[in-house]
């Protein structure tokens, strides 16, 4: 199996380095709830919920952002313009090995 490590830092602050899949077609959300993180997901990853808003803190080059995630991340609350992405339009690829990235609050 081909893993990468990805750091989560969750919304008490607490930071953990995990071991993410390259090859199961994974995105960021769905690594999430794989560890039980408080990541709903509601929309099932098609970029209509925000609820898997996240901030990425290191210098990946991470693909663009589509223009369904910026229409959904202008709606979300504490939109970070340098960080925020959405976790499920985030493949788990090989190049983020060594990602680090922090829950957004949630917006409720
Ligand atoms: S899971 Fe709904 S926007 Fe990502």
Do not use: W
Not at 21 to 38: A, G, H, Q
Not at 40 to 52: D, Q
């Amino acid at each position: 199996m081909d893993i990468v490590n990805i750091t989560v830092i969750d919304r008490e602050g607490e930071e953990k380095t995990l071991e993410a899949p390259t090859d199961m077609n994974m995105n960021l959300m769905e690594f999430f709830k794989s560890y039980e993180y408080p990541v709903e997901g509601t929309c099932g990853g098609m970029a209509l919920c925000s609820t898997c808003h996240c901030y990425v803190e290191s210098e990946h080059d991470l693909p663009e952002m589509g223009e369904d995630e910026e229409d959904m991340l202008d709606q979300a609350f504490f939109v970070d313009d340098e960080k925020s992405r959405l976790g499920c339009q985030i493949a788990i690829t090989p190049e983020l090995d060594g990602l680090i990235v922090k829950l957004a609050p949630s917006a409720e």
